[in-house]
Every structure is written in structure tokens, then in C-alpha cells.
């Protein structure tokens, strides 16, 4: 998900992991306002891949980096199996569920609608009726968004066009809108739903860093020296990493990832997004204009969050913020020098190594919830690191 | 006897959040910055003391200090100085009838965001695991300090609670919505510390209690009309300015930190007349419209007049 936001106006560009067959696709989402054709647009999916790629926690070796990235984006509040779609929509019948068709859009390979409902039980009904399954409870929670006079937008795969248009995956949908709300409607996500789902949230704005105003905000451990091994397998050290801070948090915040002026970085995991896709994410302050410069006035912020309902009982409500510090969550490999020599100096320094190697085994250790026994195994510091196992009466006399 | 004075405890308890804050909650803020601003509403208080030949008590300015630390966030330490000498200096200089009308840190961060961009107050960053830690905390401010204004805070705990609650039963929203609302430390700090604060608050009872529920309607109307942050600190600096009229149309008796065994610079201090001799003849006629429309508030006409007779030239 990436939130363009700047004023009263958000560009929201809606990614999604979907793996299944796109006839079982299907989105619901609260929005605050009425939405027109001219609002909605389709991205191309590099431009989230770009900006995952970008924003990603990687690995720092020495002085040098090693772009790692890897994470799809979680698809975003409710993903329904449907059967086909009927050939027609019986406008009565919808009108006496208390459903308003407000609007009817295709938009690339997707059939769009807005709706508006009166109630709840109705709009559950509709949506039910018109092969969307809905998740038993939602329509409590579909009651709140209704009484709030937020209106829905609903998004299926129009089999004819995605077929015509030869793409393998479902790209982004993008939303324009003007409204003072800066949130995320996440509790339809939350109805029901198996396990904790998990998001990321790019926000593009102006001023600064993006936060939630009803959750804790915290960032990501970042700097901590790991071993060399886990440049083989950072994905399972990142993924490990990070449900060991969310359960160390008892799954009660969001982290903070990524925090960067977009005009530079230090270092760059992937190079900075040019003006044009900046634009075609929504940021619409940028001009794309080779010499305008406008590059300097986007601050991203990545934030990743796994949410259930006990844990997050309400929406994701967002501030931007005047912070401008830069941010990223990075782990630091140091290479040993592994030169032969037997002078003092090497002596020390072999020395030494072995409490750096023993320091950054613990870190891991804490970092992924590891056990730093095997974590020693991998590193191969088994042997040399018997004797901290053994007593320290065990070592006196022998 | 003399009594316990509740701002020593106030800020030892200020004191425990920002320890713990900064240890425990990764605050976006430094010990140094921390101290800085601490040092700085002190100092302000100290500079304010001389220029209006007052004596220097340090105590209030150091729970002004304390809660700028712990609410506003900037990246620049200028601003973090600035909004210490704003919440201090609008002490001594934003006054009506010897009371100041603003609460000193509320009127720093609503000024300081007013004028820029780049500060910002972070109201989800307390989380809700420590709260009934904070909540403990917090209610012995109410204990030591029993003889004082706790019924605003009564009063606000209540009003809030409804405005939060009945929303969500309107909406037809689990109550764990308006709980996790509730539940929030920056809240608490609010509620407890800053809305209380007896200086700024209305004299009469019924006046506190008309400003705490004007307060959480205007919370309401930041919050969920306007889709804006930190309703509850906005509101609460519209309704200040509230608080002269409402102790025109409820007078009550004036507090004074004295009572409670405070030595500080008092509310009817001499020099009030010194710097704002305008205000004299204006009190006066405010004084004696409401002695006759409600003569049963007899004491704060006579403390309202025995000390300007003191302060006669």
C-alpha cells in the first residue's frame, strides 16, 4: 500500500500479493468520499516493486551494501473467493437492500463499483448476493463505515479485459481522493480472519516522517553487527527478526523501516525513484520536469505492521510529522581479516575476534529469537566456544 | 499545618513517565534534549521572574518543563528553547484578572504548531501497556492534591469517556474501540496535569465542570469532524479563552498555590497592577456586574477586592 498524502489529498496505490486465480479476486474497501472514472487509475507494479526495492531493510558490508529485498505486499483489507460474475445487476433489488450503485467503472482489468448503503445488513446482503464472500461479523463493522457516510469501493477482475490485456499478475489500483481523514480501514481485514495479516504502508509526503496517532510507532533494531552467514539467508533472518520484534512488542505496534528524504540516500539498496514514477505513484507536488528539483520535497516512510483484531482493536490512524531524520533498518557484516601472521598485534586480534564473533552470535540470537547455540553451529564458533559452556570452576585446574 | 505541596508531586510523577519514556518507550527525544528543555522553562521562568520583580519559584516551570518533554517533538533544539520560553513567558504575559489564561505547556505546543511545520506531538507513542502503571501514577496526583481542582478532572474523565463510548455505540463499534481510545497515556498526562491545572482553570465549580465538558465536546469536534490530531490539546486552548466569561457568569473563589503550602509568586501578586494597569477599571465594573447578578458568591468579591485595595497606589 502506498499513501500519497499531502494536504487533505491522498493518492492511495493498492498492491496485493494475490496468488490465486484473478476470477477469485476481489477487494472491498471503506473510502471517504464518492469516487470518480477520472480518480481511479492503474499502476504498473514495478513502481511498488521500485519502492519496496528502495525501502528495504538490507545488509551493510564494511562500507559497502548488498541490495536486499524481498517482501510482497500483503493484499489489503478483504480478498473474497466469487464465482462469476451475473450478466446482470437487478438495479430494484439492489435499491431495496438500501445499496446505491453510485458508480460503474472498468479501469484496465478490473470492474469497479461504488457503492453506498443505508444498512449494513443490506450491503452484506448485496455483496453476498453478488458473489463476494463476506466473512460472518462483517457486517457490523460494514454498519460503522456506513454511519460514518464513508462509501465503498468494490473491485473485481474483469476475466475479459485481463485476458486481453496478457498480464500474469493483477496490477495496482490507484485511488485519488480530497479528504481530512488519514487512515487506513483495517477492520475489515481483521473480521474473522485466520491469523495476524500482515501490511506495509509507503507513505510519500511532504514535511516528514508518517506515524499512526492511536498505535505505538517504533522503529525497526537497525545497526547491529550479525554474523557473516546472514548474508545467505537474509530472507529467513529478516522474517525471523521480525516476528521476534513483534512478539517482543506483543503485537501492539508498527515498525518504522524506512524513514528518508527521497532526494538522496547513503546508501542506495536500489536507485532513487525518478521524478516520473514519483508522478505516477500519485505524488502530484513533484513536477517531472528534468531540472525542477522536485525530488527534495518527497520524504518515504516505510512502515510494517501485523495486525489482528484483538491487538488492534480500531482503523490505522496517521499524522505526518515534522521529522525529517533519516532512517533505515540495517545490519552491519564485518568480513575478518584472515590473513596468517604470528606477530603480538595478530595475537590481540584473533583475540578480540573471537569476542566480536561471540558478540554478534548474541545478537543475532536476540534479534530473530534464534537459539545462539545454533546460531555458534552455523558460525562455526562450536569449537572455540566450548569452554564459555563449561563452569568456571571446570577450566581452573586443568 | 502545612501541607504537602501537590507540585512536588506532580513532578516527581512527571519525572517517573519521562524515565520511563525515554527508557522504555524509544521516545523520539534525547536525555540531553530532554534536560535542555527542562533547563530552559526554568531559566525562562527565572528571566520572566526578574523582569516582573517577582520571587523565583522554580516548581511550575519545572512541570512545564517536564511536559514539553514529554509531549512536543521537534528536530531542532531552537524550537524545543522556543516553546520553553513561549509556555513561560505566556504565564506572565497572557493574564486576565490576575489569573493567566492559558495552561503554559498547552499554549506552547498549540502556538509553536500554529507557527511551524516541523513540530509535532506524538499521541500513539505511549501505547497502552503500561497504562494502568501511568494510571496509578496519575490518580495520586489526585490524593495528594485532594484539596485542590480534581473535579475538573473528574468532570473530564467523565465527559470524554461519554463522547468516546456513545460514538462508538452510535456506530454500532465494539467497546474495545472506545477502551483503546481511553487507554493512552498522553490522555492520562492530559487529564491529570494539564487540564487540572488550578491556575487556568475556571473558580467555581460549576464553572470547572461547564469547561471540562466544553472541552471534551471541542476534543469531539477536532476529532471526529475535523479528522484532526491531538483534539483534546487544541480544544482545550480554544476553551481558555472561554475562562474569563465563565468566571464572569460563575464566580467562584480564586486558587492560590499559597493554600496548599506553596511559596511561589501568588494569584493577586502586588505587581499585577504595575504592568497591566488598563485592567484595573475594566475588573472593577466585571467585578461589581456579577456581585449584583449573583450576590451569593460573596468570597471571591471580597478576596477580588482586598487585594486590589492592597495594590492601590
Known amino acids: 500500500m502506498a499513501l500519497v498524502r499531502d494536504g487533505d489529498r491522498t493518492v492511495m496505490t493498492m498492491a496485493n500479493d494475490f496468488h490465486g486465480e484473478p476470477r477469485d479476486f476481489a477487494i472491498v474497501i471503506p473510502v471517504p468520499t464518492l469516487i470518480s472514472r477520472g480518480q481511479i487509475h492503474i499502476a504498473d507494479k514495478a513502481l511498488i516493486d521500485h519502492l519496496d526495492a528502495y525501502s528495504a531493510p538490507r545488509l551493510v558490508e564494511y562500507f559497502d551494501y548488498d541490495p536486499c529485498r524481498m517482501y510482497a505486499l500483503d493484499r489489503m483489507p478483504m480478498s473474497a473467493p466469487m464465482n462469476a460474475q451475473k450478466a446482470s445487476q437487478e438495479e430494484s433489488r439492489t435499491r431495496s437492500l438500501g445499496v446505491t450503485i453510485e458508480a460503474r467503472y472498468t479501469v484496465g482489468e478490473y470492474d469497479i463499483l461504488i457503492l453506498s448503503a443505508t444498512q449494513s445488513n443490506g450491503l452484506e446482503t448485496w455483496l453476498r448476493e453478488n458473489d463476494y464472500t463476506i466473512p460472518p461479523g462483517a457486517s457490523t463493522v460494514l454498519a460503522s463505515y456506513i454511519r460514518q457516510n464513508m462509501k465503498f469501493f468494490v473491485a473485481k477482475v474483469n476475466l475479459g479485459e485481463h485476458e486481453k490485456l496478457g498480464y500474469s499478475y493483477l496490477r495496482p489500483i490507484q485511488v485519488a481522493y480530497e479528504s481530512p481523514k488519514f487512515m487506513l480501514p483495517v477492520r475489515l481485514g481483521t473480521v474473522n480472519a485466520a491469523g495476524p495479516q500482515e501490511l506495509f504502508v509507503y507513505a510519500l509526503t511532504r514535511k516528514g516522517r508518517v506515524e499512526a496517532t492511536n498505535y505505538r510507532t517504533i522503529k525497526l533494531p537497525s545497526d547491529v553487527d550479525v554474523p557473516l552467514y546472514v548474508r545467505e539467508e537474509f530472507t529467513p533472518f529478516y522474517k525471523s527478526l521480525f516476528t521476534e520484534q513483534v512478539r517482543k512488542e506483543n503485537m501492539s505496534t508498527l515498525f518504522t523501516e524506512y524513514a528518508w528524504d527521497m532526494n538522496w540516500c547513503d546508501p542506495c539498496a536500489a536507485d532513487p525513484l525518478s521524478r516520473q514514477e514519483l508522478r505516477d505513484l500519485g505524488v502530484f507536488w513533484v513536477s517531472n520536469e528534468p531540472n525542477s528539483g522536485g525530488a527534495s520535497e518527497v520524504f518515504l516512510t516505510r512502515l510494517h505492521v501485523r495486525y489482528d483484531r484483538e491487538h488492534f482493536p480500531e482503523d490505522l490512524v496517521f499524522q505526518e510529522t515534522g521529522d525529517r531524520q533519516n532512517f533505515q533498518a540495517r545490519y552491519v557484516l564485518h568480513h575478518p581479516w584472515t590473513g596468517s601472521s604470528d606477530c603480538e598485534a595478530a595475537k590481540t586480534y584473533k583475540a578480540s575476534l573471537r569476542q566480536r564473533q561471540e558478540k554478534e552470535a548474541r545478537n543475532l540470537a536476540s534479534l530473530t529469537g534464534w537459539n545462539v547455540n545454533d546460531v555458534r553451529r552455523k558460525m562455526n564458533l562450536a569449537s572455540s566456544d566450548a569452554t564459555s559452556d563449561k563452569k568456571w570452576w571446570q577450566t581452573i585446574w586443568q | 499545618m502545612k501541607r504537602f505541596d501537590p507540585r512536588l508531586y506532580q513532578i516527581g510523577a512527571l519525572t517517573l513517565l519521562l524515565l520511563y519514556g525515554l527508557t522504555a518507550l524509544d521516545f523520539d527525544t534525547t536525555w540531553v534534549r530532554a534536560a535542555l528543555v527542562i533547563g530552559a522553562a526554568i531559566g525562562a521562568q527565572w528571566i520572566c521572574s526578574r523582569m516582573w520583580s517577582v520571587k523565583f519559584d522554580p516548581r511550575s516551570a519545572a512541570i512545564s518543563g517536564l ?147 466544553l472541552v471534551a465536546l471541542g476534543a469531539r469536534y477536532v476529532q471526529f469532524k475535523l479528522f484532526h490530531t491531538n483534539g483534546v490539546l487544541w480544544s482545550l486552548a480554544a476553551c481558555s479563552l472561554l475562562v474569563p466569561a465563565i468566571d464572569v457568569l460563575l464566580p467562584g473563589d480564586r486558587y492560590t498555590w499559597k493554600q496548599n503550602g506553596g511559596s511561589s509568586w501568588s494569584v493577586s501578586p502586588p505587581w499585577r ?34 487585594s486590589a485595595t492592597a495594590t492601590a497606589p
Open chain 2, 67 to 213: 511536559s514539553l518533554a514529554l509531549l512536543l517533538r521537534t528536530n531542532s533544539v531552537l524550537l524545543l528553547v522556543a516553546g520553553a520560553a513561549l509556555a513561560i513567558g505566556s504565564k506572565f504575559v497572557i493574564r486576565w484578572r490576575g489569573k493567566h489564561i492559558f495552561n503554559p505547556t498547552n499554549f506552547a505546543i498549540i502556538a509553536m504548531m500554529l507557527a511551524t511545520p516541523r513540530v509535532w506531538v506524538s499521541p500513539g507513542q505511549w501505547g497502552n501497556v503500561a497504562f494502568f502503571g501511568f494510571l496509578i501514577t496519575c490518580l495520586g496526583g489526585l490524593v495528594v492534591n485532594r484539596a485542590s481542582r480534581s473535579d475538573v478532572t473528574y468532570a473530564f474523565i467523565v465527559a470524554w469517556s461519554a463522547v468516546l463510548i456513545g460514538r462508538s455505540l452510535w456506530l454500532g463499534e465494539p467497546l474495545s474501540i472506545p477502551l483503546h481510545r481511553l487507554e493512552n497515556g498522553a490522555l492520562l498526562l492530559f487529564t491529570f496535569f494539564m487540564i487540572s491545572d488550578p491556575k487556568t482553570t475556571p473558580d467555581s465549580r460549576a464553572g470547572r465542570i461547564l469547561y471540562a465538558v
Open chain 2, 273 to 306: 497592577w504595575h504592568f497591566a494597569p488598563g485592567l484595573l477599571p475594566r475588573m472593577r465594573s466585571a467585578a461589581s456586574m456579577s456581585r449584583r447578578a449573583t450576590p451569593k458568591f460573596s468570597i471571591a468579591h471580597r478576596r477580588w477586592r482586598s
